[in-house]
């Protein structure tokens, strides 16, 4: 998976509690994302990173929060996880901005129920 | 090809013929495309990737193909194998914007 590592890969919490999910990559590749992926929809953007400390808001961020203190790790926060982000996340890296030849390489992805 | 809904599309094909995976895209300003796989429990995989100036791209027992009138591109897998089975699909990119993901298609060889 291109050097990338999530963890937990699974994760069952509760409604109200927070929860943070890690990406830790080894290519020095300075854009990072979180997506989730659900039945009936393609990957969506959550937020991303296009450098330490420099983030923005994707197609579904409200209820997420980011932090990048590092080159290598990405943090997404569901501050109060509802029911409604029981899904797939998938943490993504690229070398320049989504467009011609900047791949999105793909993690294996966390699997976090909320129940 | 592929749609928004519940349930995906599914191909399934002889293990040794040709597959085509099918996918609409929305945006006519979109001028870069990739096709990535996706096996079950897995992230997806980088498999292939296409700039609007070109029709069509080879590589490895691979084929894409772009039709931009219609908006319509093809993943062609040839002699498909039972480790081709999982779900397939497109990204789309318009300059400036992040990518677009479609929904997939499922696709299982029988061996």
């Known amino acids: 998976d291109a050097g990338i590592t999530q963890s937990p890969r699974h994760k069952v919490t509760e409604t109200g509690t927070p929860v943070t999910l890690r990406c830790h990559q080894t290519?020095?590749?300075?854009?990072m994302y979180w997506y989730r992926q659900d039945p009936g929809h393609g990957l969506r953007l959550i937020h991303y990173s296009y450098g330490v400390k420099d983030t923005d808001k994707g197609e579904v961020s409200d209820g997420y929060s980011v932090s990048r203190s590092k080159t290598e790790d990405f943090l997404l926060t569901l501050e109060s996880a509802t029911s409604s982000q029981t899904s797939v996340y998938f943490c993504?890296?690229?070398?320049?901005?989504?467009?011609?030849?900047?791949?999105?390489?793909f993690g294996a992805g966390t699997r976090l129920s909320v129940l | 090809g592929e749609s928004v809904g519940l349930h995906l599309p599914t191909l399934s094909v002889q293990e040794g013929d040709n597959s085509i995976i099918n996918c609409a895209y929305s945006n006519s300003a979109s001028d870069y495309f990739i096709w990535y796989k996706q096996e079950s429990g897995k992230g997806p995989q980088f498999i292939i990737d296409?700039?609007?100036?070109?029709d069509k791209r080879q590589g490895q027992r691979v084929t894409v193909l772009l039709n931009k009138t219609v908006k319509h591109l093809s993943l062609q897998i040839a002699a498909t194998q039972p480790g081709d089975s999982a779900v397939y699909f497109c990204?789309?990119?318009?300059?400036?914007?992040?990518?677009?993901f479609g929904t997939g298609t499922s696709l299982t060889v029988i061996p």
């Open positions: 296409i700039r609007s100036n070109m």
């Open positions: 290519e020095n590749h300075r854009y």
């Open positions: 990204a789309e990119n318009i300059p400036g914007n992040q990518f677009y």
């Open positions: 993504a890296i690229s070398e320049g901005l989504a467009g011609f030849k900047n791949i999105q390489y």
